[in-house]
């Protein structure tokens, strides 16, 4: 994350282990996306991610010399394999257990474990996908852009040390850019923006308002050919 100061704009790699049908597949996507640059692979899912699963993508990502960073979407998911977690607090969430709660239950072990943690508040926005619904998130309307800004201050003056703007795993439509260049204006807080993003013109868009870091995570299964096209476009930035 030190990149950061120098100003550098990052691409992380979700990779979902409930998506990944073998650890050729894996091996192959991870070369690919390591070869392209990618900055970290963040690994973790909504549904189906077993620890067994999650230690076992870990294990098969230890050749490539870049964090692996949990993304994790339950308390299950913490493993000592890793680099460092997310340390996520859904902040527009209703239920508190998705607040405050579950961080409570995983910071014990995660001190047992010794993992480096990434304070980091969680956000979702427009569609949501399964995050939304799982997390209970009261989702921030895609055009809502005061709202957004006023999350992000708000995580800001919490100390959090990044904001992840999400707008759901598959969203037909991601983050505004106009939505990012408007939060900037209020807050220097690193934005981590995710959700959506299939093309590397949109990728670009996002990176010219402001976003830090990028994720992209379905186009990496689906068609990995255009996830290097976004990795070298931001890199080349
Ligand atoms: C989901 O933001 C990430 O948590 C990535 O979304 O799978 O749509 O790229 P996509």
Do not use: W
Request: glycine share 8%.
């Amino acid at each position: 994350m030190d990149k950061l100061n120098d100003n550098e704009k990052l691409h992380f790699s979700l990779l979902d282990p409930f998506k990944i049908n073998s650890s050729e597949e894996l091996k192959y996507i991870a070369k690919n996306l390591y070869n392209a640059g990618t900055d970290a692979f963040l690994i973790g899912g909504t549904l189906g991610v077993s620890k067994d699963k999650l230690d076992f993508v870990i294990s098969l990502l230890d050749d490539y010399e870049i964090p692996k960073i949990i993304f994790p979407s339950n308390i299950n998911l913490l493993s000592e394999k890793a680099d460092a977690l997310l340390f996520l607090s859904l902040l527009n969430s209703d239920d508190i257990y998705y607040v405050i709660g579950a961080q409570i239950v995983a910071a014990p072990i995660i001190k047992m474990l010794q993992m480096e943690v990434i304070p980091t508040a969680y956000v979702i926005v427009g569609h949501g996908g399964t995050a939304a619904h799982i997390g209970k998130a009261r989702v921030i309307p895609y055009d809502n852009f005061e709202l957004a800004t006023a999350y992000t201050l708000a995580a800001e003056y919490l100390g959090m040390d990044f904001v992840y703007l999400e707008a759901g795993s598959g969203a037909p439509e991601p983050i505004r850019p106009e939505m990012i260049s408007f939060i900037k204006k209020a807050s220097s807080i690193p934005l981590i923006i995710g959700g959506g993003i299939r093309s590397v013109e949109v990728a670009l868009k996002l990176v010219e308002a402001g976003a830090n870091i990028i994720v992209t995570g379905n186009i990496i299964e689906s068609d990995v050919d255009k996830a290097i096209k976004i990795i070298r476009g931001i890199k080349n930035k």
